[in-house]
Nanobody
Framework: HVHLKESGGDLVQPGGSLRLSCAAS???????IAWFRQAPGKQREAVAC????????YHRDSVKGRFTISRDNSKNTVYLQMNNLKPEDPAVYYC???????????????????????WGQGTQVTVSA
């Protein structure tokens, strides 16, 4: 059973950048992996997703052009590069995967709910001047 651990969350000024990392251990990432975020009082939402078979990526409209999901197979790690961070981006960010395939395009364009098997513990991103 794969375990996920996020890192890289921090306090950053508006317009700043962060790169979040999601390290997988105890197994392999087989189908797809997504980055979700949840802010206080808001619904959890997926911001980026990657199909691992072909590397295709999908991003929520609100982060397109600012966030990029990528992976390093040699390190069994997935990243979320976040640029031009805005006041609406602060949240706990989670990397998520499942033991079955899931459609990235649907995940980043709808509100769910989604019932995935594997979640990391999350990393806090704060945007403040």
């Amino acid at each position: 059973h794969v375990h996920l651990k996020e890192s890289g969350g921090d306090l950053v000024q508006p317009g700043g950048s962060l790169r979040l990392s999601c390290a997988a251990s105890g197994g392999t990432l087989d189908y797809a992996i997504a980055w979700f975020r949840q802010a206080p009082g808001k619904q959890r939402e997926a911001v980026a997703c990657m199909h691992l078979s072909d590397g295709s990526t999908y991003h929520r409209d609100s982060v397109k052009g600012r966030f990029t999901i990528s992976r390093d197979n040699s390190k069994n790690t997935v990243y979320l590069q976040m640029n031009n961070l805005k006041p609406e981006d602060p949240a706990v960010y989670y990397c998520v995967t499942d033991e079955a395939p899931f459609p990235c395009q649907v995940v980043v364009s709808t509100a769910g709910p989604f019932h995935f098997t594997t979640w990391g513990q999350g990393t806090q991103v704060t945007v403040s001047a």
